[in-house]
């Protein structure tokens, strides 16, 4: 199988995956807002609080809180598989993945602040799964333009050339 098969195979299933993951999560939103009640009630969401030890009302949403790092998982070995298939540079690599970590950290800013200014769950939800399908073209054109093999890094070849030169410099 192809790295462009393989690719696209993968995009198809973490959008799948989270598109699922987060039709749960809008069913589970639809049954409360965002914190305390007007009438001084901890929460909105029916029966009050959860405590993880009741199992017939926790179970769900546990669930589906580690199926967020599941997906989380599958986003992220994606992006570094797309991110490690470009090219076999070091320092290329190394500034891809750096600008990729830097965007990922400013999101992580932007949703601590989200929840400071107390925008609504379902807010927050919408945003992160439009998010999401920007995110799936580029994903997409990436892996659709992959190639089998990678470019040559040219300094790898000199540095192993060099080597080869000192063995055969001791050896003579």
């Given amino acids: 199988m192809t790295r462009r ?10 959008a799948v995956f989270f598109n699922a993951i987060w039709g749960g999560t809008l069913k589970l939103q639809l049954k409360y807002t965002h914190g ?4 001084g009630e901890p929460t909105d969401y029916p029966g009050g609080l959860i405590d ?23 986003y992220q070995n994606l992006a570094y598989w797309i991110i490690g298939s470009l090219t076999n540079d070091n320092q290329k690599l190394s500034r891809y993945a750096g600008f990729y970590k830097g965007i990922q950290s400013l999101g992580a ?10 925008v609504s769950y ?11 399908g920007i995110s799936l073209f580029p994903m997409v054109y990436m892996a659709a333009t992959l190639k089998d093999h990678s470019e040559d890094n040219t300094d790898a070849k000199s540095f192993n050339n060099e080597d080869n030169e000192e063995e055969d410099t001791v050896k003579a």
Avoid: E, H
Wanted: glycine share 10%; charged share 15%.
């Fill in 52 to 74: 993880f030890l009741d199992s017939k009302r926790a179970a769900g949403p546990i669930i589906l809180y580690t199926l967020y790092g599941v997906g989380d998982a599958l």
């Fill in 36 to 39: 305390p009640k007007p009438n």
């Fill in 122 to 132: 379902m807010n927050q939800l919408i945003g992160n799964w439009v998010l999401l």
């Fill in 109 to 118: 800013t932007v949703a601590w602040q989200l929840d400071a200014k107390n």
């Fill in 5 to 14: 098969t393989r690719g696209l195979i993968a995009v198809g299933i973490v």
